[in-house]
């Protein structure tokens, strides 16, 4: 069992940055961070492939948010610059544990971000 702890939420004003961390007690595969706002379903935001050199992130953070991994350090951080209100939500750290599954069966306890107008 992987352990994924998150870290790096916040407050902020609009048009600020942060840089979320995901650090993993042991390897993972597949990445991803998603994004719950209240009242809203869990959304996808970013994933990142085993290596690291393949990245996809969601339409609404395009140019905005960078996902990213440092395998040395079984960390995937998730760069939000340009933030906006509607960014708010608790974010959460997710990951597969093999090639071939389909769910992501790790997930870690998600830390808030606030962005204020």
């Known amino acids: 069992q992987v352990q994924l702890v998150e870290s790096g939420g916040g407050l902020v004003q609009a048009g600020g940055s942060l840089r979320l961390s995901c650090a993993a007690s042991?390897?993972?595969?597949?990445v991803g961070w998603f994004r719950q706002a209240p009242g809203k379903e869990r959304e996808l935001v970013a994933t990142?492939?085993?290596?690291?050199?393949?990245?996809d992130v969601a339409e609404f953070v395009k140019g905005r948010f960078t996902i990213s991994r440092d395998n040395a350090k079984n960390t995937v951080y998730l760069q939000m610059n340009s933030l906006k209100p509607e960014d708010t939500a608790v974010y959460y750290c997710?990951?597969?544990?093999?090639?071939?599954?389909?769910?992501?069966?790790?997930w870690g306890q998600g830390t808030r971000v606030t962005v204020s107008s």
């Open positions: 042991g390897r993972t595969f597949r």
């Open positions: 990142v492939s085993p290596s690291g050199t393949s990245t």
């Open positions: 997710a990951a597969k544990s093999s090639l071939v599954r389909e769910s992501y069966n790790y």
